[in-house]
């Protein structure tokens, strides 16, 4: 019975905390901000750029190599049958000893702000080259995520070790037109 309600207070524990809590609100905990020597900047040498594309029923924005098929980061409005909206991210990242339909949580911080908890899940995409798996993640279109792009400078991004960062220029109208679109 002890090891049945161990979890459970673990888990409960967990939920109360709030998504964007900062390591310095864990009791002996140290934040460390991220740097370009321990999260590189993936965007840099292939020239990527926030881009808006998509008609307005279907939006989406690449972090990618314009007018080409090089991206690092896909996001994409998903319209439900029921009405509602769900926002699809798509990293073209390499989650270390992930497969197929694995769960993890990971962080995203943008400049010195906090870190925002997510949970990713490894899905089966196309590609040159045929099929493969990557970190896809969902959010609502009113999440804290879009403001902190929208606004900052560079984006700290951890899925399951591979660190990496982007450039956050011009993310800024991208996100906003974005958004209006994908209600």
């Not at 292939?46 to 080409?68: A, H, K, N, S, V």
């Not at 906003?176 to 679109?181: D, Y």
């Amino acid at each position: 019975m002890k090891n049945i309600i161990y979890p459970i207070a673990l888990v409960t524990t967990a939920a109360a905390m709030p998504a964007t809590a900062q390591e310095t609100d864990i009791p002996g905990a140290k934040a460390t901000m991220p740097t370009l020597s321990n999260y590189p900047d993936r965007g840099r040498e292939y020239d990527m750029q926030w881009t808006l594309w998509g008609d307005e029923d279907e939006p989406r924005i690449d972090f990618g190599t314009p007018e080409t098929d090089n991206r690092l980061w896909t996001i994409r409005c998903n319209r439900m049958a029921n009405g509602r909206v769900r926002i699809v991210h798509q990293l073209e990242a390499d989650a270390r000893d992930m497969g197929a339909s694995d769960r993890f949580g990971f962080s995203i911080r943008v400049d010195k702000g906090s870190s925002l908890g997510l949970i990713a899940r490894m899905e089966l995409t196309n590609g040159e080259g045929g099929s493969y798996y990557v970190p896809r993640f969902y959010t609502a279109n009113r999440h804290a995520l879009y403001v902190a792009l929208a606004k900052g400078n560079r984006a700290y991004i951890n899925p399951n070790g591979n660190k990496f960062s982007v450039h956050l220029k011009g993310s800024g109208d991208a996100i906003k037109s974005f958004l209006k679109r994908c209600q």
